[in-house]
């Protein structure tokens, strides 16, 4: 009875496995599709790549596991459409969308289900902190999924310009 309940207990871990696999390769498969072929700053290259016009990585410190496993920038979890996405294993939750609109006009109690809270806007140096050191523009930390990126002043500032564009794919 004993080796049946482990073999029991090893199918359903073994599906359990194949189905997180296949949604990770399919949530890589889906984003990389929505890509643009070529980068039209240095804001942007960081944005999807994680990686600088120079080469140079953005190191990070925290986040979830689904940005650890996909090892890229910022659409990992917010995706191409910067409107937000899910968060592999843990479906359920959604990144908060990094749009201009999202991003700098302030959050209230009523648009606080867009996963910002509610709290001022961002401004350029209150969001260079949150990208960096994890917190929010009225001094809260910020979720621990969101990793808090090692990234030099210019990588930084072109990241900004990115994120207040309305360019994107």
């Known amino acids: 009875m004993k080796h049946s309940r482990k073999r029991r207990m090893a199918t359903i871990g073994s599906i359990v496995l194949i189905s997180l696999i296949t949604i990770v390769a ?30 140079a990585a953005m190191s990070s410190r925290g986040g979830g596991m689904h940005m650890r496993m ?3 920038g910022c659409v990992t979890c917010h995706g191409a459409d910067r409107q937000g ?7 359920w939750l959604v990144a908060p969308p990094l749009t201009p609109d999202a991003l700098f006009r302030e959050h209230d109690e009523a ?7 509610d709290h001022d806007g961002y401004t350029d140096e209150t969001l260079g ?3 960096t050191r994890g ?3 009225d001094g809260k930390p910020l979720d621990l999924a969101m990793p808090r990126w ?13 994120l207040r564009s309305t360019g994107g794919p």
């Open 111 to 117: 648009g606080a289900n867009d996963g910002h809270g």
């Open 129 to 131: 902190r949150a990208i």
């Open 150 to 162: 090692s990234i030099s002043d210019q990588d930084l500032d072109d990241l900004i310009a990115y």
């Open 26 to 55: 399919w949530q890589v498969y889906f984003n990389r599709g929505n890509w643009p072929t070529q980068f039209q700053n240095n804001g942007e290259r960081i944005y999807f790549t994680g990686l600088s016009a120079t080469g």
């Open 135 to 137: 917190i929010d523009p």
């Open 70 to 72: 996909m090892a890229g």
């Open 85 to 91: 996405g899910r968060l592999m294993p843990r479906f």
